[in-house]
DNA sequence: TTGTAAGCGTTATCAG
DNA sequence: CTGATAACGCTTACAA
C-alpha cells in the first residue's frame, strides 16, 4: 500500500520563493530571530506568503542547526499513578507553552539507563527526573545532561519537591490531637526520597510526643498501590493486638488498607483510622473519604519544568539549589478520635 | 549559569576518523543498512571505534536525511483517566520496542487543532487518535498523515475498536437476567463513538426485551469523570420514582455514582443496582467492587501502535480496516437480583 | 568493498 | 537591510 499521497512538503525556499526574497531574509523573519534587521515591507511579505501557502517550520532541520531539539525528558516511575499523571500534566503544560515537546519515559516499562540513552540519542534539551533514584545513578549516565529532579534530593542538581517531612508530621500531629497512641505505618520499600521523608517525618513527631511505633506494625511494600495497601492491611490485622491509627505512605496505598479494613469488619474510621497521602482526586470517592495531606502534584511539575527551561535558554536560575512546596493536611472520614476503650484484641 | 560542560558531541566522523574508514562507510555499518556490503574486519573496527568513544547516532541529523522522524504523535481526550493512561501504556510500549517515540497530546490541555499543526512541525511519522472526534475534523487537518483511530468510526483510516456496542449489551443482559425492569442510563455528552455504542448496545438489547429507558432517567453529563457520576445520581434520586438499575458509561461515572447513592441513603446493591464499563483497576477497590465490562485498554493501544507502524514501515496492512476487540462481562459486587418489592417512593 | 559528492531544511556568518 | 555561502550530522547514490 502506497503511503497516502506523500504529503508534498513546502519548505522555506517555497516560502523565499513566493516573496520574492533569498531564503536565509525568509528564515530570519520566520524564526523571529532578534536581532533580524528585515525592512517591514519584505518580512510582511515573507509573512504572507508562509500563511498563504501555509508554511510549517521543519522542527527537525532547525534542531540541526541550533543544535537544540526543542525537547525535553521526563523520566517517572510510572505514569498510571494518578499523583504522577498530575504531575505530568504540570510539566507538559509548561513545556508545551514555552514550544517544548516532552518525551515522556516510564520506569516501570524500561530501565532509567535505557530511557536515557535513548533521550540522549534524541538530543533532549533536558531531563526531568521524578523520584526514581537519579541519585544512585552513575555519573556517567547523566554527564552533560541538564537536570532538574522532582521529589529527590537535590545535591548535584537543581531540584523541586514537596515537603514531605511536613506531610509526615502533619498526618502525626492530627492522629495525636485525635487521641491515638497506638500507629502503624505502611509504605513502600522503594528507594524513593519522597517516601522516605513522609515515613521520617511522621515517626519523629510520634517520638516527639514519646511514641514509637513497633517494627511489627512498620509495614513494607514493593509498591505504592492499591493492592499492596490491602495486602499490608491484611497481615497488620493477622498480626496479634491492633492499632487505632495507620499512615499509609500514599492514598492508593491507604485506599487499599481501608478497603481491606472494611472487608475484615474492622470499621473505618469507627475501629481504626486511615490515613494516606498526596491527596489524589480519588481521595474524595471512596467511601469513607479518605483524610490525606495534599501534596500539589501539578505545581511540582509545572515548577521543575520552568527551573529547567531557565537552564536550558540560559536565564539565570533564580534560586540556588531546590524549591520546597508546602503541603496541607485534608481531615476527612477515615479518620476519627480514639475509641473510648481499647478495641478488642483478635480473637483466631 | 554557564552550561554544564557543553558536552562535545562525538559524532560519525569521530567514529570513522578512529576506525581508519570514511565517515559514509562509518553510517553504512552504524545504520546497520540492510543491503550495505561491508568487509566483516571493517564492520568490526567501526563498531569497535563506535563502542570505544561512546558514539551514539544523533537522531535529528538521521532524521533530516532520512526524511523520518521515528516519532509517533498520540492525542487522547485526557491521560489522567485511568483507562486510557493504559491505552497510552500499550503504545508506547510497542513504540519503544520498534525504536519509536511517542508525544504525548493530552487534549484536555489544548485544542486538537493545534496538537496537530506541532506534531506536523515536528515531521512525525504518523498519528494515533484516541476517541477525539477525529472524524470531526475538517479535511485538511490531517491531510496527509497517517492516522489510526482508536475507538472511533474508522471510514477513512483504518482503526481499532473494542466491541462498545457487545458491552452495552452485555450489561443489559446481565441485568435483564437479574429481574431488573427500571433502568436509567449515565453517559457523558461528549461526542465519543465508543460511548454512543455502549449507550446504543445497551437500549437496544433492553428493546429486544421489549423495555425502553424513560428519557427522565437517561441522563447525560459534561465528562465522563467520578464528579459527573455522582452529580448526576444526585439528580436520578431526586427525580419522583426510581430505578432499579443504572448503567453508567465508564467506571469513573460508576464509582462517582454509587458514592452518592451510599450517601444519599441508598444501598447497592441492595436498593439500586450499578454497573460499570472499562474494568479499571481501581473498580476492584471500591466498596462494593464495581460490576463492569473489561475492555483491552493496552491492548487496543498496542494494536493501534502495530497497525501505524506497519504503515510508516510500508509493510502491508494485513486486515483491511478496523479491528474490534471484545469485551467480557465482570460481575461483582454492585449488581444483585432486583429487590422482591419495588423500592419506596422518596419521600420529601 | 570503499570513498566521493550531494543533499535533507534550517540557521548563522558574513560580505555587499 | 539583504543575499551568498557554509555549516549542522547523517544517509544515499554513484564512482573508483
Redesign the pocket.
Known sequence: MAPPAAAP????????ARA????????????N?PR????????QRVLDAAAAIG????V????????RSFALGLIVPDFRSPFIADVVAGAERVAAEAGYAVLLCDQSARPLASHLELLRARQIDGVLIDAVGAATLPEAALAGLRVVLIDEPAERWPGVASDATAAGRLVAEHLLALGHREFAFIGPAVDSHAYRLRERGFISALRAAGLTVPSARWLRVSAAAVAEGRDAMRRLLAAPGRPTAVFCANDLLAIGAVKQALTAGVTVPGDLSVAGCDDIELARYVTPELTTVRIPARELGARAARLLLRQVEGRPLRREGAVLLPVQLVPRGTTAPVPPTPPLAQVA
Open positions: 512538503r513546502v519548505t522555506i525556499y517555497d516560502v523565499a520574492g526574497v533569498s531564503q536565509p531574509t525568509a528564515s530570519l523573519v520566520l524564526s530571530h533580524a534587521r528585515v525592512a517591514l515591507a519584505t518580512r508554511y510549517l517550520p521543519n527537525v532541520a532547525r534542531s540541526l542547526t541550533r543544535r
